[in-house]
């Protein structure tokens, strides 16, 4: 085909174009596009570099959470402070506090300083025990509870040091922040210098930070996530039982049994509102309704403040709406020829629907109830107003114990309790716990994605 035939008749004074070149139109489209994949690339790196340097912040100021300084040196649990009536027996040995661990403690570490030739005859006393952690004293009482033989022998002890000690062996805390510190001194920075050469120092493993509970402001080197761990698998375990059952089987009855009219309009409108609403509004509900009406007027045990079964109605309600419009989502995307062969060769509805339809709707169904779940997980505004956020310093019972009515806490609500701490060393445990909570995060998505390839059928 010509010039001439693929454009028509040349009309005078108009110059032909030829179908194998571009024409003035079509370049300007192109480069429209090119800048529009641009635009597109630079946006997506942005977001990328954004989200490595949200990463790279976390880990770095939170990393060193999951390490504690600590002084090993031995101690001598003197029979005749700790047990003065001699029979070893726990009733008695509860009534020793820390104070008179404390004093055990100091002795040690001192005589312990002397025996490793370390100098401190340029630092006080005071300061010098002052570098002792003031949870160290509990510890070694807590291992005498437990085994009351310990009483009168001589053990070796990795004693945990205060936070800015700590802080210093990790670089948080530097010569020149601890001149403008009060809760430390030069004479202090000095003595862990000598104690790291003679070998008395190690900054190790500290697997207290995922099992302790939480601490006063005095002492934050000996928080820990156990609670607010525990607290988390309780209502997570709680909302699932809850919402997955009420959630797929609406889901099923409005989208396969539901007549359409305006009744079922009315309630997908407000599902898809509902699904909308802030996550404090369900706070406030959940004061409102579950403590203040049923926990208070109406004297529920079970509903109080900052229990697990109560964060988790609240996190249910929240979560509900999420999982059905994934549900139906997932229901809705299976072919409607599926469910017509089913009926053609004769299968009643229901055996069409729990036969054909919710296995090849399986995978959809469980990436939207994971996801909902991890959304629930990360949720603090709720939580803040059920009084999740309250210090908690004892662990909640088993389930079977009535677990799910103990005061508790949550992951994303401990972070916003550290971070709001002033104490550096509580900043860094907030970090960390951000750490421990977005491996959750990303486990229950690798499971969702697992379990979507695990179901997914083809057809």
Do not use: H
């Given at each position: 085909m010509s010039d001439i035939s693929a454009n028509g008749p040349a009309s005078a004074g108009k110059p032909r174009v030829s179908i194998?070149?571009?024409?003035?139109?079509?370049?300007?489209?192109?480069?429209?596009?090119?800048?529009?994949?641009?635009?597109?690339?630079?946006?997506?790196?942005?977001?990328?570099?954004?989200?490595?340097?949200?990463?790279?912040?976390?880990?770095?100021?939170?990393?060193?959470?999951?390490?504690?300084?600590?002084a090993a040196f031995p101690i001598t649990l003197s029979a005749e402070i700790i047990d003065p009536a001699g029979n070893r027996n726990r009733d008695d040995l509860t009534k020793q506090t820390t104070m008179t661990y404390n004093k055990v403690l100091n002795e040690a570490f001192l005589a312990a300083l002397a025996a490793q030739g370390i100098k401190t005859d340029d630092v006080?006393?005071?300061?010098?025990?002052?570098?002792?952690?003031?949870?160290?004293?509990?510890?070694?009482?807590?291992?005498?509870?437990?085994?009351?033989?310990?009483?009168?022998?001589?053990?070796?002890?990795?004693i945990v040091?205060?936070?800015?000690?700590?802080?210093?062996?990790?670089?948080?805390?530097?010569?020149?922040?601890?001149?403008?510190?009060?809760?430390?001194?030069?004479?202090?920075l000095d003595i862990a210098d000598r104690m790291k050469e003679a070998g008395m120092l190690?900054?190790?493993?500290?697997?207290?930070?995922?099992?302790?509970?939480?601490?006063?402001?005095?002492?934050?080197?000996?928080?820990?996530?156990?609670?607010?761990?525990?607290?988390?698998?309780?209502?997570?375990?709680?909302?699932?039982?809850?919402?997955?059952?009420?959630?797929?089987?609406?889901?099923?009855?409005?989208?396969?049994?539901?007549?359409?009219?305006?009744?079922?309009?009315l309630i997908e409108v407000n599902i898809a509102n509902l699904a909308a609403v802030p996550s404090i509004v369900y706070g406030i509900?959940?004061?409102?309704?579950?403590?203040?009406?049923?926990?208070?007027?109406m004297g529920v045990e079970a509903l109080k403040m900052s229990a697990s079964l109560v964060g988790a109605l609240v996190l249910s309600l929240q979560t509900l709406p999420t999982?059905?419009?994934?549900?139906?989502?997932?229901?809705?995307?299976?072919?409607?020829?599926?469910?017509?062969?089913?009926?053609?060769?004769?299968?009643?509805?229901?055996?069409t629907v729990f036969h054909h339809v919710l296995p090849l709707a399986m995978p959809g169904i469980l990436?939207?109830?994971i996801l909902g779940l991890a959304s629930a997980l990360g949720e603090t505004a709720p939580l803040l107003l059920i009084g999740m956020v309250a210090f908690v310093a004892n662990y909640p019972a088993a389930p079977w114990d009535g677990g799910f009515s103990d005061p508790a806490t949550a992951l994303p609500v401990q972070v916003y309790s550290w971070a709001s701490r002033?104490?550096?060393?509580?900043?860094?445990?907030?970090?960390?716990?951000?750490?421990?909570?977005?491996?959750?995060?990303?486990?229950?998505?690798?499971?969702?994605?697992?379990?979507?390839?695990?179901?997914?059928?083809?057809?």
């Open positions: 194998l070149g571009q024409s003035a139109r079509m370049k300007s489209r192109n480069r429209v596009e090119g800048i529009f994949k641009t635009l597109g690339l630079t946006a997506i790196l942005f977001s990328l570099a954004i989200l490595a340097l949200m990463i790279f912040t976390i880990f770095r100021d939170g990393s060193s959470a999951f390490f504690q300084t600590r006080p006393e005071k300061e010098i025990t002052a570098m002792i952690s003031k949870g160290a004293a509990g510890e070694i009482r807590a291992d005498v509870l437990a085994d009351p033989s310990l009483v009168g022998q001589t053990i070796e002890a990795n040091l205060g936070g800015r000690i700590d802080g210093y062996m990790k670089g948080r805390v530097t010569r020149e922040s601890a001149e403008r510190d009060s809760n430390v001194t030069m004479g202090q190690a900054t190790v493993w500290n697997w207290d930070f995922i099992t302790n509970t939480d601490s006063s402001d005095t002492r934050p080197e000996t928080a820990g996530l156990g609670v607010a761990i525990l607290g988390s698998a309780y209502m997570m375990f709680l909302v699932l039982i809850m919402c997955v059952p009420v959630g797929v089987a609406a889901s099923i009855y409005l989208e396969e049994f539901a007549p359409k009219n305006k009744w079922t309009d509900l959940g004061l409102a309704i579950f403590i203040n009406i049923l926990g208070g007027q999982i059905i419009i994934a549900t139906r989502s997932a229901i809705r995307a299976v072919p409607p020829s599926i469910r017509d062969a089913a009926l053609g060769i004769g299968a009643s509805k229901m055996q990436t939207g109830t002033s104490d550096p060393a509580f900043i860094e445990r907030s970090n960390g716990a951000i750490i421990v909570l977005l491996v959750f995060l990303l486990i229950m998505n690798v499971t969702a994605i697992i379990l979507r390839r695990r179901f997914e059928r083809r057809w």
